[in-house]
């Protein structure tokens, strides 16, 4: 925390310590990127305009997700970009094309290397035609052969070498996921001020293996195939009584070392 607040107070130091006009941030498509792990960049698009009264406004890009954002602070050349509902924040110094600094997340005592650039309207680049083809569903195995492996299903739409889509869980989502196929590697990404995700994958016509990245902080691995009939497990089947038992049983001592169990006559008809 004490870090991430000597940040900010050193960017607003130097900005105080300019009296030159500041820069005017250029209105129209920009493309933000954050550094997370093995040198990867993850990216997403914004649009940058001012409204009729002057107030700076971005609208944030995932797949068919506009995330829309009005609390822009601006002093001299620092800008504070605060995303609605989310603790996570941009902060940083800008010129009239770019903008450098931090995501931060203070109550995680995280940040993550930022810059944004205008007028890059790819999200990703790409150096090859797609070779393969990710549309359709894919049984997926986050942390394979691991205690901490779970399912996923991959739900993705592919035209020309753009990929828009997600994973789910059986607890939720990835969010709405945007990229592209280049060659035989499928990069998708999303950020919207909480969700900081990065996947990439080398793709067969029936499978998918690849790294799963949360922010600078989380990876883990990801195995998939094509299944289009896969459904992931009812939430209400991970938790169950085992075979032979038809109610919870189990007992504890108390502060004065007195067993406690649920079939104790106090706890008879009881809730």
């Known amino acids: 925390m004490l870090k991430i607040g000597l940040f900010i107070g050193f960017m607003l130091l130097i900005s ?28 997403f698009n914004f649009q940058l305009r001012r409204n009729e009264t002057g107030k700076l406004l971005i609208d944030i890009y995932n797949a068919s997700e506009v995330i829309k954002v009005d609390e822009v ?54 150096f090859s035609k797609p ?6 569903i894919w049984e997926t195995e986050f942390s394979p052969n691991t205690e901490d492996s779970y399912l996923g299903k991959g739900i993705f739409t592919q035209k020309d070498n753009k990929v828009v889509g997600t994973f789910r869980t059986t ?11 280049d060659g035989d590697i499928m990069k998708v990404s999303t950020f919207d001020g909480a969700h900081a995700f990065l996947f990439t994958a080398k793709v067969t016509d029936s499978s998918l293996k690849g790294t ?32 032979g038992y038809d109610k919870l049983e189990f007992s504890f001592p108390d502060s004065n070392g007195t067993l406690i169990s649920l079939d104790d006559d106090k706890f008879k008809d009881k809730v």
């Open 16 to 43: 105080s310590c300019d009296n030159s006009k500041s820069p005017e941030l250029s209105e129209g498509i920009w493309l933000g990127e954050l550094e997370v792990q093995d040198s990867e960049i993850l990216p």
């Open 212 to 243: 799963f990245y949360s922010g600078n902080h989380f990876q883990e691995p990801f195995i998939a195939k094509r299944n289009e009939r896969f459904e992931l497990p009812n939430a209400d089947s991970l938790t169950y009584l085992k075979k």
């Open 73 to 126: 602070t601006i002093k001299n050349d620092s800008i504070i970009i605060r995303t609605p509902v989310f603790e996570g924040y941009i902060a940083g110094i800008f010129t009239e094309n770019s903008i450098k600094g931090k995501f931060i997340k203070e109550s995680l005592e995280r940040t993550v290397l930022f810059k944004a650039t205008f007028g890059t309207e790819e999200r990703f680049n790409t």
């Open 131 to 136: 070779q393969v083809h990710v549309s359709g």
């Open 171 to 181: 607890t939720g989502d990835y969010r709405y996921l945007e990229g592209v196929i």
